[in-house]
């Protein structure tokens, strides 16, 4: 599994994956789950993927394929599923195209897998701003279509999102800062990695600012980061604390 | 859905489990799937289910015929899945019985059911102590197999199990106080109610001193309940008291 989550707010939007892909329980690797896209000052686009690691992969290639072949050809421009995500012109359109690739990929690799076909299926988080438009978060589905982020559901979650849906659902909201909602994402995935053995360290966290087309900050983390090691411990500790307070 | 949590601690077992039941999410009812069955000085034995509502409870009926059967019929005491789980001689052999009642109940449903068979399976967590035997915590799979709490996995659960994991994975230890295991039980509710719509009140909670072979607290606690209402509110606000502590 995986456990990918991306908050939209007043701010920027701040975006967290982690890397542990497994084929069953014996056979884990590393793998970035996070692109991101950005031609400085025009638009800024990062991509989270969670699912069948071939089923991504491959859709991310195809995504990359179009970018080099539309940066190739100025003039080509092909609308439809082969269009470039740097030549959309809307985050919407962005959000299209990801999807059409994403469905159209699982579904080949579907037909491959014939009876296992569920296990082509992904998802994936697309968040961006272009110039003059407003920042969007989409959560594309498996086939295709795609839900939006709003400042009264201002987070999306993919893969295992249970664990680490409470911490967001009490601290969360659209006026939250931007160094709240990294501490908000970064706990609420320490909350799923001590429970879930099929998430996994490093991460990556990916901080994009309101109306600013860049990445602002773009750091890995790596199991043994000292900041991260001490934010899990204070945050174990304060837990415990705040349940020796509590009366029943 | 449901959320069914059981603690085996050296002072004794909590048990806590939700009330709601659906079909959709436009046909929502209470159903009570807490059961106790108390031989006081004897035997004491506790039963949580999640799943089917018609498997799990043609299950706990059929279990129930067979304790008045056994009872209407002293010398009846026939192995076997009709045997009465108060003529059981040990916790195991409760298990045993509980096991092979669900599994028969959902595969005669399943049948019936045809394609749609996998929504008629069912999990229970089944708890208790006879005299002279020690306290045990099961879960029993849909299939009948099961498996047991310990010191090193204190707690079991059943249904919506992810949301309220992380808690009890950092404050549940086998020396846990039955004071604190409670709070952690309710808190895991607590934070499972606000994520999940599946799960609701009013809840069940039933504790068992080791040794006494008794309920300790059967409480129903409903949605209105003012130290229900206290507690997670006061658990909301030491989280985002803890919150603003933790520094990243």
Same mark, same amino acid.
């Given at each position: 599994?995986?456990?990918?989550?991306?908050?939209?707010?007043?701010?920027?939007?701040?975006?967290?994956?982690?890397?542990?892909?497994?084929?069953?329980?014996?056979?884990?690797?590393?793998?970035?789950?996070?692109?991101?896209?950005?031609?400085?000052?025009?638009?800024?686009?990062?991509?989270?993927?969670?699912?069948? +690691?071939?089923?991504?992969?491959? @859709?991310?290639?195809? #995504?990359? /394929? =179009?970018?080099? *072949? %539309?940066?190739?050809?100025?003039?080509?421009?092909?609308?439809?599923?082969?269009?470039?995500?740097?030549?959309?012109?809307?985050?919407?359109?962005?959000?299209?195209?990801?999807?059409?690739?994403?469905?159209?990929?699982?579904?080949?690799?579907?037909?491959?897998?014939?009876?296992?076909?569920?296990?082509?299926?992904?998802?994936?988080?697309?968040?961006?701003?272009?110039?003059?438009?407003?920042?969007?978060?989409?959560?594309?589905?498996?086939?295709?279509?795609?839900?939006?982020?709003?400042?009264?559901?201002?987070?999306?979650?993919?893969?295992?999102?249970?664990?680490?849906?409470?911490? +967001?659902?009490?601290?969360?909201? @659209?006026?939250?800062? #931007?160094? /709240? =909602?990294?501490? *908000? %994402?970064?706990?609420?995935?320490?909350?799923?990695?001590?429970?879930?053995?099929?998430?996994?360290?490093?991460?990556?966290?990916?901080?994009?600012?309101?109306?600013?087309?860049?990445?602002?900050?773009?750091?890995?983390?790596?199991?043994?980061?000292?900041?991260?090691?001490?934010?899990?411990?204070?945050?174990?500790?304060?837990?415990?604390?705040?349940?020796?307070?509590?009366?029943?």
């Amino acid at each position: 599994m995986t456990y990918c989550v991306g908050l939209l707010l007043d701010a920027g939007m701040v975006l967290l994956s982690d890397t542990r892909t497994n084929a069953g329980v014996d056979n884990i690797s590393t793998y970035r789950k996070m692109y991101t896209f950005v031609e400085p000052g025009e638009r800024v686009i990062a991509i989270m993927a969670a699912g069948s +690691l071939s089923t991504t992969q491959t @859709a991310m290639a195809r #995504l990359g /394929d =179009a970018i080099e *072949a %539309a940066e190739a050809d100025g003039e080509n421009n092909a609308p439809g599923p082969a269009r470039s995500i740097l030549r959309a012109e809307t985050m919407l359109e962005v959000a299209e195209i990801v999807g059409t690739t994403l469905s159209a990929t699982a579904e080949e690799i579907g037909q491959r897998m014939g009876a296992n076909a569920q296990s082509a299926s992904a998802t994936m988080i697309v968040a961006g701003q272009r110039r003059g438009g407003a920042m969007r978060l989409f959560l594309v589905y498996p086939e295709g279509n795609f839900i939006e982020a709003t400042a009264d559901t201002p987070f999306l979650q993919i893969g295992e999102h249970k664990y680490g849906k409470p911490i +967001l659902d009490r601290v969360v909201r @659209a006026d939250t800062s #931007l160094e /709240d =909602a990294q501490k *908000a %994402a970064l706990l609420s995935m320490d909350s799923t990695l001590r429970s879930n053995l099929s998430v996994g360290m490093p991460l990556d966290l990916v901080v994009i600012e309101r109306d600013r087309q860049e990445i602002a900050i773009s750091r890995r983390i790596e199991a043994e980061d000292p900041k991260y090691r001490q934010m899990s411990a204070d945050w174990s500790e304060a837990l415990r604390q705040a349940f020796t307070t509590i009366r029943i």
